[in-house]
């Protein structure tokens, strides 16, 4: 069964035009990586920090919208073979998200809102080349390399959620960027002001080569697991 584990949309209630908004909103959160471009990210983020690195990461990314801080961490899986997917929540109970392991063994991650009426939205192995992520309820389909609308009416790209592999194998949720941001952009976004060296190192614009780090909250390490 190649289906997420994701409860149909049919049996959803009826969102209110103003609480569809308010969930659109809440989770515009956009952010992709593949294991490897993560883990590139974060060596250069933490001087060579690989294992580990998830706190690094969540330290630094936050949800668009979220004023109490970046997300911790989160366990979503012992492993996910390719093919595959995992329903989970993320950042908040309350949001759906899922992700997907493609068949070259890239690892991605999306919210599971629909972006045009907030349905749940499906991973179809046996759509398209190599999968599809599927809206049943108007028929919209998401590239799930990078989230955007290839059919149907949903006006926006999936937001995406920042998963990662550990080397035991299981797979993390640690952050997700505000929509349409890229993973460099977030990490450049935040570290702009609290952490100017590792700014400058990232090339994120207006940063000095000069700046020395401090320690404001991009410095932290909240959320690093046990
Ligand atoms: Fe997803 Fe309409 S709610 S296509």
New binding site residues.
């Given amino acids: 069964m190649s289906v997420t584990e994701q409860r149909p949309?049919a049996g959803e209630p009826q969102q209110p035009d103003t609480a569809r908004e308010e969930l659109h909103d809440r989770i515009a959160a956009d952010s992709l990586t593949t294991r490897r471009d993560y883990l590139r990210l974060v060596a250069t983020v933490s001087g060579g920090l690989a294992a580990g690195g998830i706190g690094v990461a969540a330290g630094v990314l936050h949800r668009h919208g979220d004023s109490e801080g970046a997300p911790e961490p989160k366990r979503i899986a012992d492993g996910l073979p390719p093919g595959r997917s995992i329903a989970f929540r993320y950042p908040g109970e309350d949001d759906r998200a899922v992700a997907v392991r493609l068949g070259d063994g890239t690892l991605v991650g999306y919210s599971a809102v629909?972006?045009?009426?907030?349905?749940g939205?499906l991973w179809r192995e046996d759509r398209g080349s190599e999968g599809q992520l599927y809206?049943?309820?108007?028929?919209?389909v998401f590239d799930p390399r990078t989230g955007e609308v290839t059919a149907?009416?949903?006006p926006r790209p999936l937001p995406k959620v920042l998963v990662v592999e550990e080397r035991d194998g299981s797979v993390w949720a640690v952050g997700a960027t505000r929509s349409g941001e890229t993973v460099r952009d977030a990490f450049c976004r935040q570290f702009g002001e609290d952490r100017p060296q590792t700014a400058a190192r990232l090339g994120c614009p207006g940063t000095s080569p000069g700046a020395t780090d401090g320690g404001g909250p991009g410095a932290t390490e909240k959320g690093r697991r046990p």
């Fill in positions: 949309p629909c972006t045009h009426l907030a349905c939205v809206c049943p309820c108007h028929e919209g149907g009416p949903p």
